[in-house]
């Protein structure tokens, strides 16, 4: 399409009227993808439009499920930026009422960016925030708490109505903070309303967990031992993606029992541990059923885990494997029925090395696997 064409088209959108227009606007989703193609194309006319008229906003960054990930990381890189200069386009934003911001990729400019612009929102009556924080890159000096929603989000949105949240913060070498000092920022609430957890790993790194409850997120991220996955409340039984990360005590098969109990729904479980169970002997958990998982990535973990998963469980839906080659091929030479089975449905298979040297093997025990 040549310029004079593109020219012709835009005369034509900006001949509609504002009813019409809207109705184009209202059919794109999701809405990053409309505010990437308005904001900084210099027609005050689309900016008002597609900001002012609208009355709820998601934000939403999901690397995992998001196919638009490269227009999402422009619009927090280079459109929220653009929004913040030229505030005076968000404070004209009276039926803006309802705000979601979803974002699992550690953020690196939450002082400067994100903050100014829910600042901003004064409108606003139900906000959602799903947020994991780099702090060391956002130039914050200890884990974002109950005094800081507080100070810099809640106190800017006087008809605030309602407030969800689950806020991680990470820090490289983090200053040590007690548990109950988080828990004691949030004086506003009432206790049985929050939930919060702080871990410090042996790989230099610190993070916060602060989140509203009834928890609404679906997404656990780095969770470890310490963090308090299982209560009588069932929680968090509405999680359908975990990652489980933990270098200072190995998850034993008991907690595992526990998560195919707890989180009936979980659909994509991601590993990071290397440690050796303690327990093994102690505990036996055979058959344990994981009923819904379909994607499991196992790239950084100790034997005992491919184990627990492929010997001693029953994955009826997995159609997803991410693993390391080494304890594939062990996984493999073993040859157990068990195994066999939990493979046998696998589609899309990605290992952390190439097995040119192993494609028949491989080959026999996934079936439906392009090789």
Request: glycine share 2%; net charge negative; aromatic share 12%.
């Amino acid at each position: 399409m040549n310029s004079s064409s593109i020219m012709k088209d835009n005369v034509q959108l900006l001949d509609l009227p504002d009813e019409l227009i809207l109705i184009i606007m209202i059919k794109i989703k999701p809405r990053v993808l409309l505010l990437n193609s308005i904001i900084t194309i210099g027609n005050n006319r689309l900016e008002q439009l597609a900001i002012d008229k609208c009355h709820s906003i998601d934000l939403t960054f999901d690397y995992v499920q998001s196919p638009y990930e490269t227009v999402i990381q422009r619009f927090y890189s280079h459109i929220m930026p653009h929004i913040i200069d030229n505030i005076q386009s968000l404070i004209s934003c009276p039926h803006l009422k309802q705000v979601t911001m979803k974002v699992y990729r550690n953020i690196s400019n939450y002082k400067e960016c994100i903050v100014p612009l829910l600042q901003r929102l004064s409108n606003v009556e139900y906000l959602t925030l799903l947020l994991a924080i780099n702090g060391t890159r956002s130039r914050l000096d200890h884990f974002v708490d109950g005094f800081d929603l507080e100070k810099d989000i809640v106190s800017y949105m006087p008809y605030l109505h309602q407030f969800n949240f689950h806020i991680r913060t990470i820090f490289q070498n983090a200053t040590h903070v007690e548990i109950n000092t988080i828990r004691e920022s949030f004086l506003k609430y009432q206790q049985e309303s929050i939930g919060c957890t702080v871990d410090y790993f042996n790989n230099n790194y610190g993070q916060c967990q602060i989140y509203s409850l009834p928890f609404i997120g679906n997404r656990l991220d780095f969770i470890s031992n310490r963090f308090p996955l299982f209560d009588i409340n069932n929680t968090f039984s509405m999680v359908t993606m975990l990652l489980l990360f933990d270098d200072v005590k190995p998850f034993e098969n008991l907690f595992f029992a526990r998560i195919a109990r707890d989180l009936p729904y979980l659909k994509t479980l991601e590993m990071f541990n290397g440690l050796e169970q303690q327990e093994k002997t102690i505990v036996t958990t055979n058959n344990l059923e994981f009923t819904h998982l379909s994607t499991l990535i196992l790239f950084d973990i100790h034997m005992d885990y491919a184990e627990l998963f492929f010997y001693r469980s029953h994955l009826p839906r997995l159609i997803e494997l991410a693993i390391h080659k080494d304890i594939l091929l062990a996984i493999i030479t073993q040859n157990q029925q068990q195994a066999r089975d939990n493979c046998s449905k696998v589609e899309n298979l990605l290992t952390s090395e190439t097995y040119c040297d192993s494609v028949d093997a491989v080959r026999n025990f996934f079936p439906l696997v392009s090789h």
